[in-house]
């Protein structure tokens, strides 16, 4: 596993998203890429468990 | 307002990626049981009873709903907003007597109406974020800078006193009696003040304690209750000067707030709910856990009820010896930080609002949580889920209308149990355009609603845009261009600096 901190000063990936779902605040916001570089979570809530089953989703296709 | 934006990107291994996350273990929480969908689930939502006031005939072990009947628990009473007042961004409130309660924000603070939520007068100031307050004075910590009193004698004469610096690290939480104030400094350990010395300019602590992530603190009498990292820990203050450490439990996560009465623990676990315990001279016993939608970053004891200020929502437990019982949620008006309660009723940080709940006794019932819009590939066929949850006390019923306009449905009438989540597949073969879909369901505050069939633009179901972003990845702390990964599981989180 890797961690990567990216800058992204001029907001051009952030406002890259469309509607957000249940987003009432800027941020937190979380995003789930699979292999095939296609979204399969995007989330402006903070929710754990939502997030490891995305992710687990994703790494067992 | 500069906001620079940075963002987290996590390539992951199916080895690593729980652990890296700190994600479930396969092990449920305390109270909890994994059910036919593989989450944990509340078993302390009335003992999977099938409605209101069954009293858990089916045997279940959690608490029995008694008497309740039908209906919302929670009830706003006013909600107050002022769009001249730049500081607010509340993260902290305290009850100061019947009428008033004092919320704190980023720029300062305000005093409320307790009945309405309306502002009795405001001051901007120092950065505040959390507050307690005991025998006339509220105790308020500012992050970075210490913390400081407000004489609140007159609620509506405050009159603030110096910063006082104690370590040199993050403030995270407050507690004070007229006895003691103590302050959550993260590594630092908790800090423990004489009050009346502080406030005749003596500013030196009574004792340290040791602690590596200490993040929040309540006191009670002469008990203290102290998260450090995931464990809770009781202590003996009768002496404030030489504590005693009386009992530490395990928590399921990290705590972002405590709050102790006299026989009842309850810690708000951010994204990972509630977790409750009873205590008594015989020490800690864990009582249940529930979780929340949003984050849990506040929590508040009035008697036997706990309050939980989880973003979206506040949630209302009943405690009981069998483990707590959420009655209920009511949707914060714009983001719930901080809950003070007494009597009944509830004072919400509400981020630029300052919101009023109020129990209604008697009452439980289910308690929705949905979609409010799915996302499809419109270049080709694509199934989305539509979850819907219930964190209420009895089971929910929820009808989606037939969708139409090129979208389809597996089923549109879902039974959900207390604690549970039942999903519908809605497909489309390549949407045109938006379809908005009514719903209907048995929730008394969430009768009805819709959820938005979108044509995706760059969300769930559409590729990843490409990109080229300057960053660096740990530990080599120098400046490199990334790209997104191919063939790799990302996860991204953004962030940002104010």
Redesign the interface.
């Known amino acids: 596993?890797?961690?990567?901190?990216?800058?992204?000063?001029q907001?051009?990936?952030?406002r890259?998203?469309?509607?957000?779902?249940?987003s009432?605040?800027?941020?937190?916001?979380?995003?789930?890429?699979?292999?095939?570089?296609?979204?399969?979570?995007?989330s402006a809530?903070?929710?754990?468990?939502a997030?490891?089953?995305a992710?687990?989703a994703?790494?067992?296709e | 307002m500069s906001r620079p934006l940075a963002l987290l990107l996590l390539r992951l291994s199916p080895l690593l990626s729980c652990t890296a996350l700190s994600c479930t273990t396969e092990d449920c929480p305390p109270g909890t049981t994994r059910n036919a969908e593989g989450e944990c689930s509340s078993s302390a939502t009335g003992g999977g009873g099938d409605g209101v006031g069954d009293g858990g005939a089916d045997g279940g072990t959690g608490p029995t709903l008694g008497e309740l009947e039908l209906g919302d628990p929670i009830r706003t009473d006013g909600s107050y907003y002022d769009p001249q007042a730049l500081f607010s961004e509340f993260t902290g409130a305290v009850v100061l007597d019947p009428d008033h309660a004092l919320l704190v924000g980023v720029m300062g603070y305000a005093v409320a109406d307790r009945d309405d939520g309306s502002w009795l007068l405001a001051r901007q100031g120092e950065r505040s974020t959390r507050v307690d307050a005991a025998g006339g004075t509220a105790w308020v910590i500012t992050g970075d800078r210490g913390f400081y009193s407000i004489d609140m004698q007159d609620p509506l004469s405050p009159v603030p006193g110096p910063l006082v610096m104690g370590g040199s690290g993050w403030t995270y939480d407050v507690a004070a009696t007229e006895a003691a104030v103590a302050i959550a400094w993260g590594a630092e350990g908790t800090w423990l003040y004489d009050p009346a010395a502080v406030l005749s300019g003596d500013s030196a602590p009574l004792t340290v304690l040791d602690g590596d992530d200490v993040t929040a603190v309540d006191i009670a009498g002469d008990r203290m209750a102290v998260v450090d990292g995931e464990t809770v820990q009781l202590w003996d203050i009768a002496d404030p000067a030489a504590p005693t450490l009386l009992q530490q439990a395990a928590l399921i996560a990290g705590g972002h707030d405590v709050a102790l009465s006299e026989s009842w623990l309850a810690v708000g676990l951010g994204g990972s709910g509630a977790q409750v315990f009873s205590w008594s001279d015989q020490g800690l016993a864990a009582s249940g856990w529930f979780p929340v939608p949003g984050a849990a970053t506040g929590v508040a004891l009035d008697g036997e009820h706990l309050w939980v200020a989880a973003w979206d929502v506040v949630a209302l437990a009943r405690l009981t010896a069998d483990g707590p019982l959420v009655l209920g949620h009511e949707d914060a008006t714009e983001s719930a930080f901080a809950i003070a309660a007494e009597g009944g009723r509830a004072m919400v940080a509400d981020w630029f609002h300052s919101t009023v709940m109020r129990r209604v006794d008697g009452v439980a019932g289910p308690e929705l949580e949905v979609t409010e819009a799915l996302y499809f590939n419109p270049e080709g066929e694509s199934t989305q889920r539509l979850e819907v949850r219930n964190y209420g006390a009895t089971a929910l019923t929820f009808t989606l209308d037939a969708p139409g306009g090129g979208f389809s449905a597996d089923e549109t009438t879902v039974q959900v149990e207390p604690g549970g989540v039942q999903t519908i597949l809605v497909s489309s073969d390549g949407p045109d355009a938006a379809v908005v879909v009514g719903w209907q369901s048995d929730d008394p505050d969430e009768a009805s609603g819709q959820v938005d069939l979108v044509p995706a633009t760059s969300t769930v179901g559409t590729p990843h845009q490409e990109f080229s972003l300057q960053g660096f990845s740990w530990p080599d702390p120098s400046l490199s261009t990334f790209t997104l990964p191919e063939g790799e599981v990302t996860f991204l989180a953004y962030f940002a600096t104010f």
């Open positions: 596993m890797g961690t990567t901190c990216l800058l992204d000063t907001q051009e990936i952030y890259s998203y469309g509607p957000v779902q249940g009432y605040a800027p941020f937190p916001l979380q995003v789930v890429i699979d292999r095939d570089g296609t979204i399969v979570y995007l809530q903070y929710d754990a468990d997030v490891n089953l992710i687990a994703a790494l067992e």
